[in-house]
């Protein structure tokens, strides 16, 4: 029984790690999404495709966020 808690531990923990720097991946890479939305002022098709990958990037941070607690 032992053996069996220490090996969950381990994976709980190693799970956690993973959420968190997938979280803070995208904690650190929206603001450069949106600084390239800023630039691409006068291209729609630019910014449109920007603003669908923000948006996904997002609910994405949300996720691993909630995994992570």
Request: proline share 3%; aromatic share 14%; hydrophobic share 60%.
């Amino acid at each position: 029984m032992d053996l069996f808690l220490g090996n969950t531990y381990l994976w709980t923990k190693l799970l956690h790690t993973l959420f968190v720097i997938a979280w803070m991946a995208t904690v650190l890479y929206l603001p450069r999404i949106l600084v390239n939305i800023a630039e691409a002022q006068g291209e729609p098709a630019v910014v449109a495709r920007l603003g669908l990958m923000g948006q996904r990037l997002y609910r994405f941070g949300h996720v691993m966020l909630g995994f992570v607690f």
